[in-house]
């Protein structure tokens, strides 16, 4: 489980979507989680969903998770400069087992 | 703000010191995580606790160690500091038992460490 990979960059313009891409190694990863870190502050959580989902919608968020891939995306609707942050896609098998984060994808959204 | 308080905000020191960074989780959390973000390293998991108790390790140095309190909060030592300590420290804490019985975490604003 301690493989999660992504992308180091994406830029977007704004009002544009976002896609941000994950892919994990454990399958027998139970939860998976969207982070948000904007600049000097902690880490936020933005979403999560549960191994046997496909997808799960947030207002402007989607998550589709591709268990036979395991490949976890992040969209976001109508991207704002706001949204410029890094974030992060995280495994876990719950249970408060460990959390294994991906190295982050820093989202730069251009006005 | 996740209600889990680090301090110090920032610290600065010199190799071969030694420093304690404080976590105090948010009230009702019994688990405990500590993390490492370099900008070479990314994110890494250091340790857990739960009530007190060591649950999971991962890449923590021998130079380093933790613990946690009856009161829950969470120290996390670091001694003999090199250069490559310099990081900035995060805790976090987490409760059980969303809608799908999820684990959720919830993170402190970090300390930022300085070895010179």
């Known amino acids: 489980g301690e493989d999660v990979e992504q992308s180091l960059f994406l830029s977007v313009r704004e009002g544009d979507s976002s896609v941000i891409n994950c892919t994990y190694t454990d399958s027998s990863s139970t939860y998976l989680y969207w982070y948000k870190q904007e600049p000097g502050a902690g880490l936020q959580l933005l979403t999560y969903i549960f191994s046997n989902m496909d997808m799960k919608q947030d207002q402007r968020l989607t998550v589709l998770l591709n268990k036979k891939d395991k490949h976890l995306s992040l969209r976001i609707a109508d991207t704002q400069t706001g949204d410029s942050a890094i974030y992060f896609c995280?495994?876990?098998?719950?249970?408060?087992?460990?959390?294994?984060f991906g190295s982050g994808t820093k989202l730069n959204v251009k006005p | 703000d996740s209600g889990v308080t680090q301090t110090p905000k920032h610290l600065i020191t010199a190799t071969g010191q030694r420093v304690t960074l404080r976590c105090s989780p948010r009230s009702g959390d019994l688990s405990v995580y500590w993390y490492q973000q370099s900008l070479d390293q990314g994110l890494q998991f250091l340790i857990q606790y739960y009530n007190g108790e060591e649950r999971a390790k991962g890449n923590i140095l021998e130079r380093f160690s933790a613990q946690q309190f009856p009161d829950l909060h969470s120290e996390l030592n670091l001694s003999s500091l090199e250069l490559g300590d310099s990081a900035l420290y995060f805790c976090?804490?987490?409760?059980?038992?969303?809608?799908?019985?999820?684990?959720?975490?919830?993170f402190g604003p970090g300390t930022r460490l300085l070895v010179l």
């Open positions: 995280a495994e876990s098998m719950g249970n408060f087992n460990k959390f294994y």
């Open positions: 976090a804490s987490s409760v059980w038992g969303g809608l799908a019985g999820e684990e959720t975490q919830y």
